[in-house]
Each structure stands twice: as C-alpha cells, then as structure tokens.
C-alpha cells in the first residue's frame, strides 16, 4: 500500500450497513476450548450465533495460513480457544499458538485489516460462561468494528 | 467353579482407583465388574478443579472427565457411554451384599438400587429438571448449590445421563416421567439383585471426609465463613458453583484474608495418624487464591509441612517466597466470630511463645482423610482385617493384599493417600490379579479404534480414489436441535454441495433405530463419507465411528458435528443465525471430509520379553511378577549381587523383617524358569519403539574381559534406584559422625559398640552442597526407627532430633508418637540456621538456635548420626539419555505426568519404578513395581497392537532438516535423520515416530516448508473454511 492510497475509511457504529450481522470463526481444541462449549450447551448459556467453530487437536495446530483463510472467506473476526497456559493438554502448544496468533495480528494490521479482529482466549472446560461472554464480547466487538475491510473493498 | 476362560474380577468402588484398575484388566483380557455405590464414577478425584503441584485442571488430565479425541486416553474416556471398555460392566447406584468361595472362585450378591432413568435413551435435554418440583443441596458442589431431585451428578458424569434421588425426597409426582421426550424414565423400577462370579476382587473404596462438624470448637456449620478443604475446592472450581469466584458465604464479599487450619481429624488423639495429602492441598488452594484474588493474604496454620513426593518441597518453597503464602508453625484450638460482620478471630501462640489474635475474612479447615464409611461393613462381608484406625490391614511387604487371598485393596483404603499411589496401588493391584487369574489373550480387544470389538466387523472398504459420495445426516434429537435450528434448511443447503449425494433428517440418530437407519442408508446409497450433526464429539463420536465402522467404512470418514450443545441449545430464540451457524458447519464438515483418506494404524506383535534395569527390591518384584505370569524376563543388574538398598536394611519401623524378604525374593528370582538374570551387566543402547525393542547388554566377567549381548523385548522397566549420600559436614572421617544406616548397622550388627554412648543428636534433613533441596520422604521414619531402638537398648540415653519438618505421614505418625513418649527430644531448625557441629575430642559439640527458646543451644554428643539426602543411583543421567527419557529437577527419571501417570513415560512402553522415580519406603517400591508390571503386561499380552493413527507425518520431499519441529514439539519427538535424504538428496531431513507422536500438530504449523501434515487435520481439510 503506497502513501497516496486513501485507507479504509473506519465505520462508526451509526455508519452500519443495515443488518449487519457479524461473521466470526473460532478455532477451538479438542480438549478445553469444545468441552467449555459443551459446558455452555449443557447450562444452556446464550451466545450470538455469528460465531461458528473450527475444531484443531490442538491450538498448537493454528496455523498463520488457517487465519487468513478465513478472513479471505469472509470471516469479520476470527478468536482462538485454548487451554488455559500452563493447562496444555499438549504441554505447551497453546503458548506456540498464542505466538502465531500474535504475529498474525501484525500480517493483518501491515494489509489494513484490524488487530482487533483477532483475538485468543484461554479458559478451562467447566467455564461455560466464560465461553459463552467470550463470543458476545467478540461479536459486539467485531459489530463496533463493522465488516472487514476485505469484503468492503471487494464491494 | 466360574468358567476358567471367562477370567472376571470384581472392583469395588469407582473412583480413580478402581477406573484404573479396571480398565488395566480390562486392557490384558480379564472381564470386570465395576461396582459404585454413588450413581456416577470419578469418585472424590472428580469434584477437584485442580490438581498440586501441576496445577492441571482435573476436567482433562483426571477422570471426571478427558479431552475427547485423545490418542492416548488416560482413564475416563474408556469409561464414556458409547465409548465403553467391551470388558468392562459397570453397575452404579450398587452395593455389594453376599461374598461366598475363595481366591479364583468368588460368588458375588449385588443389590442395585434403580436410577428410574435409563442412560440408553437419556439424551441429557433436562426438561425432566425444569418440571421437577424438589430442590435438594447437592452433594458434589459439597452443599454449596443445590440440585433438583432429578439431576446428574455432575455436570460430566459417567454415566452421562440423569438419575433420581428417590429416597425422601422425590415426590412422586411424575411430572419428570411426563416431561421426558424419549420415555427413558420409569418410576416403578425397582432394586435389583445381581449374582457374579468372579476370581478376584480389588477393595477401592477409597475414602471419607473428617466431618468438621465433630470439633465444634472450629465453628464448621455455624459460622457461615468457616468452610471446610472441600467446600472451598468446589468454591474454587471451575466447574464449581460460580465457575471457580471465591467469595464469604455470609455475604459474597471476596476475601481479603483466608486462613487454612491443618490436621483437622489428623494427627490428634482419636485419629493418631496423618492424612498425608492436606498440606499440598492447602498450600494448592493458598497458590490458587493469590494467583486469582488480588492481594489476598494466605496464612497456612501447620505443624510440620509434609512435601514428600517430586517436584513438592519446590512447590511448597515457591507458596512462601514467590507466592508469598504465609505459614505458621502452630496448630489452633478454637475460631471464634465476630457476629456483626461474620469475620472469624483465631487465637494462638506463635513460634516464639508469643500469644497473637488475628482477624481472618473465611476460614477452611483443612480436613483429613477417614477410613471409608462402609468400611466396616464392608470387611464383616469379605472377612478381611481392618487395622486399629478403621483402614483395611495390609502387611508391610504385600501392601495390596487384603488379609484374605484373593481380596486386593488399592487407594486410600490401606492408607491415606494421594492421587499417584493411589493409581501406583490400582496398577499393582490389577497386575496382582493377572498374576492369579491369568489371562485371557483371546478376550482382547483391538485398538484400531479405541476400545473397539473387532470380532464381527466386515472387512474394510477401500474408498480412497473412489469420488466422494458424501451424506449427510441430521439428527433433531427430539426437539433439542430441530426447536432452534430448521433442518429442513439445512438440509436442502447440504443437498447442493459438491459431493453430497444423500441428506437426511433423524428425530435420535443414537438411538438403536437411528443407527440402523444410517448403516442401511450408507449401504444403500453407496455413501463413502459421512456427516452426522448431532451432538457432542466428545461423548457421541466412537459410537458413530463404530456405526460407519460396522458397514465397512473407515472410521476416519466420519465427521460429527454438535449442532447441540455448540448451537441450538445456546442460540435459542436466534433461529435464523442459528440455522445459518449449522449451514457453515455443515458446509466445513462436507469441505473436510472430501479430502479426507480412510486412516490405518500400523499393526505389530510385540516381542514377549520384558527388560528390567536394577535388580533391586522394585526390580525383582517387577521381574517376579510379569515372568509369573508366563513372560520372558531380562533382569539387569550392574552389581554382582542381587538386593540392592534392600541389603543395608536389617529391621523397619514395622517389626517385619526386611532380609527374610530379600532372601525370598532373590531366591524366587534366581530360581524362575522365565527369569534370565544378567549379572555385572549394564544397558549400552537401546533401539525401537513399543512392543519392538532391541536392547544391547554389556557384561564384565570376572577377569575383567567383556561380552555383549543383544535381547529383543516388548517393553523396559526402570529400577535404577537411589543411594544414600555420604558428604554432610565434612565430618565423614569422624569416627562418631555417621548416617542414620551406619547406626542402623551397628544397632543390629554390633550393639555393644553404643554400650556407654549418653547422648546421640540426629540431624535431619542433611544435603550435600550438590543436591537441590528436596524431601527424601523416607529418613524421619528411620530416624524415629532408630531412635527408638537406642532407647530400647538404654532408655537414659539422650537423643536429641533435629529436624525442619517430621514428615511421618500416614500411620508412621505412630512413630513419631512413640519416639516422643518414650523421651526423644525434638527441636526445629531452619535453613536460615542451620546445626553446627564442631569436634571436641571423642565428642562433638552441637550448637543449635532453638526457635522456642530464642537463643542459641549447645549439647554436647558422643555420636551425631545425619539423616542423609537419597540421590538418585550413578548413572541415572546416562541412562535417561540412552533411553531419551527426562529427569525431574531433582534428577530423578520424569514420569510422563506427576499425577495420572506415575509409571509411566511419554514414551510408551518403557516404565518407571522404585527409588528411580523418587526416594520411597520398601512397601512403595513395591506397589510401584507390580504396577510396572501391570502396565508392561498390558503391552507383552497384546496379540497385536498398533501404532500412528492422527500422527505428524514428514514429506522428505520438502524438508530441508532445518530442525523447526525438533524446536518446536513440545514433546521432544521429531529428530533429523541422516539415513532419511531430504530436499534434493541432500543431508538429513526429519522423522517423527509415529510410536509416539502425541498429535497435537503444533510442528505442522510451524514448519516453514510446509513439509509436515497431521493426519485427518491435513490442511486442505481445514483449509475448506
């Protein structure tokens, strides 16, 4: 991106797009990420239903390539789910993860798209409601932020 | 006579003890019968949210629940519904009533009491809860929440399925029976009689809290903020009742300052014993509490802090000087409360003598362990002893019988105990069962899917190449999912994608018609890959692998997706987002799966020999028991004597007779038929994986000529042992500065050498400069030993301890009791000043600051005998590399998790036992070597087995050997091999063995070449977003 280039402009919530319903995808492990989703199933704690979950082994797992993926396929945020650190079931996978997760955020912010779109979280399998406020906090975010800057280019 | 092939055992208790024991039997072909009294497993292991000193959540390390899709299951997920062990039988809410026979032919009453829901078609949607009129508290949550009289047990429990608390509680009114969408409740069950036979029976009863409300000097039950260790460990769960937020019952204010009170039903008149896991406890709350509540004050009140095992004194150190978590050596009589704000006062003296008055904001008493409350009836049924104390009797060198043949005990039932031993004891328990029983090779089961019956399956299709034929199934589970979620929608939207030939909509895809609905579907349609929206992975995925299994299709060719618990039951009231949420999954699952491969484990035979290093207590009773039980046995001594440590004891603390056990045990060892003893010999490589080892052995002969041998075995069992260190103030030329085994020595070998000795001081807790701080867990116990002993032989003889901390823990507390009564003084030191000892001719000077009298204390000694530190055995560093197993901190083999799997090491079929593992009592080296056993049996009796599955598999083609993943892998795995051309032929590139890969995937990530690929998590899978 040159200097000249005029940035994309940064939506005010007034400035919605009418029924603008947030995309989120979440990475989540197998072991404390999907059982903390479980757990908030089975307390029938209420989420938005923007965020749909890709299951890893692991977060170690979360690849660089995986991330952007799904932002170029039209994800308006895109959160991680791990164990808590120190909790890995794979020892220390998360802590890789979260390194990616953080370089990501920089590959993002260098193409003009949020830091803030991304996000990892780190919670045991019984916090359901930890997991459950997670995906609001996300959701409400990623509406503050708008739509990504990739799909509002591309229109 | 029960049917010598059908080979059962009976496990009392289900809690983590007896899950592991059973499934160790389960696991080498013996059916078991797996009795609960409660109406789930998990037992008290699984109300805990955190485990000392890992600090693992228990939800996945422990057995209330395990990650699903974990390549090696630790205990629970044999134990899932759908998931099931197929020799294992569980009856929960059963007591056992009659036992009649003997050892190999027990005759076993059962009485089970109804749940009055049935776990088969219980699908957990808990509208029966919202229309049940009774509120009960609930016992898990340890009173501090309450549940409906129809509820689970816990919010995963085994079986994951509802259950009544009929007794006075239920109303009968119905309402349940009418609201249950799958008829799965029946009010008029009723209790039920059940008759076995079985050859052996395994005692893991486990334990009972001390009831605090018995010393009502300490408030419990009265005063709001006085909770007792598991209140507290609920409260501070994350599964617990407000998701692990500690707060004042009284008025959910978050506490500023918590005091912890010890031995509370330990260590006092009526309970003369210690508990011997609520110091770590205590001290794991206190860490918790100030990692998690801001400027928290921990006060810990204890009179000795007892961090016996690996890894704890570090912890116990880092809880003071990191954490700051405050202990004072005192134990309190009393807590009183102030009634305006429901704080609570202690009173006490500290160390210096000093009266003090403090305020706490709540208060936990830290309670111990009692024997369990059906103890007693318990041995009148079976006939076996129970010790003065209430526990089960056991003699000191067969810690796992029962005083009746046939009848095993593991757990805390012999002995207050912690999580390890308790599953070193169910592992050596269940190897003592083999080794009785037998086994049965042909009553395996494969592992090509975890705990799958192969027996009647069809051969495999092969798929792979075939264009994908992909349906879609899905399941509305009642109205669970289809209320929120319009599967007609999304089944029309999956109709349209690239490779689906077939949609359908199932009301309970679980259920024995849903099943036979897919399997004829699959059939019908010629479908070769298929996703099923459901529920839960986690508690639903083997059994749909099993159905697509049962018509051929490989099991990776599923993919299951929780429309559940993951949408429909947390969108509720957002049915559009919610159908469009099940849209996108749908859609990744169907991209996921037409790229998938059928996946295939690598079948091998493992060689039928076992390799024991260390021909010590731990190893000869590891060699005894696995050659007992029909197996080759290379046992590997460096010494020309058999023994070990065990040879320098000549009396314990028990009475028995430690040489009479080692002249049995080298008896039996030299004169076993399977037993191939290699003397003056030591291990010089080692290659292979599980199953398949080739170990090279190399033997000194007298004459000083070598010769080296090489033996292929299944599995290796480490018993290197630990030795006493010598250099402790550089007095070892003192004639009248000795250890505690040189006392020992003299004592049985030549009294007369202490005739006219007046006054001994004994040291504790003795280091050589080299050795990190560490408790060596057995020197308070010989010291106590001794010293009682000397006052035998001359009951004037002045014998002065000093010590940190007397860690006699269990019943050893006895010890410390009788060594007190009959004049043994003790005075405390710590580290900041340490004894002094300074030659005066014959004599000895010891100067000493005592704590109580605030000044220092001078006595003079004809012998200062040293309590010194046990280090592990010479060439333990050496010997870790050979195997590529790690050390612990204070150099002792590491175990692959302090907690669940004690014997075990990542490496799998390679074992650990004995002082090897940490510095432990002779009856400890036993537990933990027939636990070896057990586990290297569980390998030698496999007719096959089968290794890879999800494993990181290495492209040569683009490796450049840049040793990424050799940095990355957190388990140390992956290693550049030269023999394996890379990138353009050139040097090495890497290999991940797949024996032990732990499928994480972390070095796929971050391969910069791309070069590695998880199986069934390839990237074009995962890519399909």
Redesign the interface.
């Known amino acids: 991106m040159t200097m000249t280039e005029t940035p994309a402009p940064s939506v005010s919530p007034n400035e919605q797009p009418a029924g603008f319903?947030p995309e989120i995808?979440a990475f989540t492990?197998?072991?404390?990420a999907?059982?903390a989703?479980?757990?908030?199933?089975?307390?029938?704690?209420?989420?938005?239903?923007?965020?749909?979950?890709?299951?890893?082994?692991?977060t170690?797992?979360?690849?660089?390539?995986?991330i952007l993926?799904?932002f170029e396929?039209g994800?308006d945020g895109v959160y991680v789910v791990a164990?808590?650190i120190?909790?890995?079931?794979?020892?220390?996978?998360n802590e890789?993860?979260r390194s990616?997760v953080e370089h990501t955020r920089e590959l993002l912010e260098a193409v003009g798209i949020e830091g803030e779109r991304l996000e990892m979280f780190f919670?045991?399998?019984?916090?359901?409601?930890?997991f459950?406020l997670v995906a609001e906090q996300m959701v409400e975010r990623i509406r503050q932020l708008g739509p990504s800057p990739l799909k509002t280019r591309a229109r | 006579m029960p049917n010598p092939e059908e080979r059962a055992a009976l496990v009392i208790g289900g809690g983590v003890g007896g899950m592991r024991a059973a499934l160790d039997l389960a696991e080498v072909g013996i059916r078991v019968y797996l009795v609960e009294s409660t109406p789930g497993l998990g037992g008290r292991v699984a109300q805990l949210?955190f485990m000392f000193p890992t600090?693992?959540?228990v939800?996945?390390r422990g057995t209330s629940?395990h990650?699903?899709?974990?390549t090696r299951p630790s205990i629970s997920p044999a134990f899932l519904d759908h998931n099931r062990h197929p020799n294992i039988t569980i009856f929960t809410n059963t007591l056992v009533v009659a036992v009649e026979g003997q050892a190999g032919d027990f005759r076993v009453m059962l009485s089970q009491e109804p749940r009055y829901v049935d776990p088969a078609r219980c699908i957990?949607c808990?509208e029966c809860e919202k229309v049940c009129p009774v509120e009960i508290p609930s016992s898990f949550q340890a009173g501090l929440s309450t549940h409906k009289a129809i509820y689970k047990s816990a919010?995963?429990a085994l079986p994951d399925a509802y259950v009544i608390e009929y007794g006075p509680y239920c109303e009968d009114c119905g309402r349940c029976a009418r609201a249950c969408p799958t008829h799965a409740i029946d009010l008029n069950q009723f209790f039920q009689t059940i008759t076995l036979n079985v050859g052996a029976i395994i005692l893991a009863l486990g334990y009972q809290l001390f009831d605090a409300g018995n010393l009502e000097e300490f408030g419990h039950g009265r005063y709001p903020n006085v909770l007792h260790s598991m209140q507290y460990e609920r409260l501070a769960?994350?599964?617990?009742p407000t998701?692990?937020i500690v707060h004042r019952p009284s008025d959910g204010k978050i506490p500023k300052r918590i005091a912890w009170l010890q031995c509370i039903g330990s260590r006092d008149q009526e309970n003369p014993f210690c508990s011997s896991i609520c110091c770590m406890y205590a001290t794991k709350q206190a860490i918790l509490a100030k990692e998690r509540l801001a400027e928290v004050g921990c006060s810990v009140f204890v009179m000795d802090e007892r961090a016996f095992n690996k890894e704890y004194n570090s912890y116990y150190v880092q809880s003071r000087e990191h954490y700051g978590v405050e202990y004072v050596r005192c134990r309190v009589s009393e807590v009183r409360e102030d009634p305006a704000t429901h704080d609570l006062i202690l009173h006490y003296m500290d160390e210096m003598g000093q009266l003090r008055r403090e305020r706490f904001d709540m208060v936990v008493l830290s309670v111990g362990t009692q024997p369990p409350a059906e103890a007693e009836a318990m041995a009148r049924l079976l006939d076996i002893e129970l010790n003065p104390s209430g526990f089960c009797r056991v003699d000191k060198f067969t810690p796992l019988q029962t005083s009746r043949p046939g009848v095993f005990v593991c757990g805390a039932f012999s002995t207050p105990k912690e999580i390890a031993e308790t599953l070193i004891d169910a592992s050596g328990a269940a190897a003592e069962v083999v080794r009785l029983l037998g086994f049965n090779p042909n009553n395996q089961v494969s592992h090509v899917l975890p705990f799958l019956d192969e027996s009647d399956l069809p051969p495999e299709k092969d798929v792979n190449g075939q264009p994908p034929r992909v349906g879609v199934f899905l399941c509305s589970c009642g109205s669970c999912i289809g209320e929120t979620v319009d599967l007609d929608a999304v089944a029309d939207g999956a109709a349209h994608l690239p490779g689906v030939v077939y949609t359908e909509r199932l009301r309970f895809a679980c259920f024995p018609e849903g099943r036979h609905y897919l399997r004829r579907a699959i059939e019908q349609y010629g479908l070769n890959r298929v996703v099923v929206g459901a529920c839960?992975?986690?508690t639903h995925e083997s059994l749909f692998q099993r159905v697509v299994r049962e018509v051929g299709l490989n099991p990776y060719l599923l993919e299951l997706i929780?429309l559940?618990?993951?949408?429909a039951?947390?969108?509720?009231?957002?049915p559009e987002?919610?159908t469009?949420?099940a849209q996108?999954?749908v859609r990744?699952a169907v991209g996921r799966l037409r790229p998938a491969r059928a996946l295939h484990r690598q079948t091998l035979t493992p060689a039928a020999a076992a390799l024991v290093i260390g021909g010590g207590v731990a190893g000869m009773t590891a060699a005894l028991a696995i050659a007992d039980s029909g197996y080759e046995v290379h046992l590997v001594e460096r010494d020309d004597t058999l023994g070990g440590n065990l040879r320098h004891i000549y009396y314990v603390a028990e009475g028995d007779n430690p040489q009479q056990l080692l002249r049995d045990l080298v008896n039996r060892v030299l004169a076993h038929e399977h037993i191939h003893v290699h003397m003056r010999t030591e291990l010089t490589a080692q290659t292979g994986h599980v199953g398949d080892f080739r170990s090279t052995l190399r033997t000194t002969h007298y004459g000083g000529f070598t010769t080296e041998t090489s033996v292929r075995h299944g599995a290796t069992i480490i018993a290197t042992g630990g030795r006493e260190t010598r250099n402790g103030y550089g007095l070892e030329d003192h004639p009248n500065v000795i250890t505690q085994s040189d006392l020992e020595k003299l004592i049985a070998h030549n009294p007369q050498a202490l005739e006219g000795v007046r006054s001994v001081v004994m040291i504790q807790c003795v280091r050589p400069p080299h050795l990190p701080d560490y408790c060596s867990r057995t020197c308070c116990t010989n010291t106590l030993k001794n010293a009682i002993r000397l006052k035998m032989l001359d009951e004037n003889c002045q014998i002065i301890v000093l010590y940190k901390d007397i860690v006699t823990y269990g019943f050893r507390e006895q010890y410390y009791t009788e060594a007190r009564r009959r004049g043994v003084i003790f005075l405390r030191y710590t580290d900041a000043r340490k004894p002094e000892i300074e030659p005066a001719g014959d004599r000895l000077k010891v100067r000493v600051a005592d704590l109580s009298l605030g000044r220092p204390f001078e006595v003079m000694a004809d012998r200062v005998v040293l309590s010194m530190s046990i280090e592990p055995a010479e060439g333990t560093a050496r010997l870790a590399r050979l195997l590529q197993v790690p050390l612990s901190p204070e150099g002792f083999f590491m175990e692959a998790h302090l907690k669940m799997r004690p014997m075990d090491f990542m490496q799998e079929g390679v074992f650990l036992c004995g002082m090897a593992h940490y510095p432990k009592f002779i009856e400890e080296c036993i537990s933990h070597a027939l636990a070896t056993a057990g586990r290297a049996l569980q390998v030698l009796s496999q007719k096959s087995f089968h290794l890879g599955g999800?494993v990181a598999e290495v492209d040569p083609a683009r490796c450049v050997g840049c040793l990424t993943c050799v940095r990355?892998c957190?388990?140390g795995i992956p290693e550049v091999r030269p023999d394996r051309p890379g990138v353009g032929d050139l040097g090495g590139s890497a290999y991940i063995d797949p024996s032990r890969c732990?499928?994480?995937?972390?070095c796929?990530?971050?391969c910069p070449a791309n070069a590695i690929q998880?199986l069934n998590?390839l990237?074009e899978q995962?890519?399909q977003?």
């Open positions: 319903e995808t492990c197998i072991y404390c999907y059982m989703a479980d757990t908030a199933g089975a307390l029938r704690l209420q989420y938005p239903a923007n965020v749909t979950f890709v299951r890893l082994p692991c170690g797992k979360v690849d660089v390539r995986y993926q799904a396929q994800a164990c808590p120190g909790n890995c079931h794979h020892v220390r996978g890789r993860g990616r919670m045991s399998g019984g916090q359901g409601a930890t459950a | 949210g600090h693992d959540c939800l996945c629940d990650g699903y899709g974990c957990n808990g919010p995963r769960s994350r599964s617990g998701e692990g839960s992975g986690r929780n559940r618990e993951h949408c039951w947390v969108h509720q009231g957002q987002l919610a469009r949420k996108t999954l990744r999800v990355t957190p388990f732990q499928g994480c995937g972390t796929t990530a971050e998880l998590y990237d995962i890519m977003l």
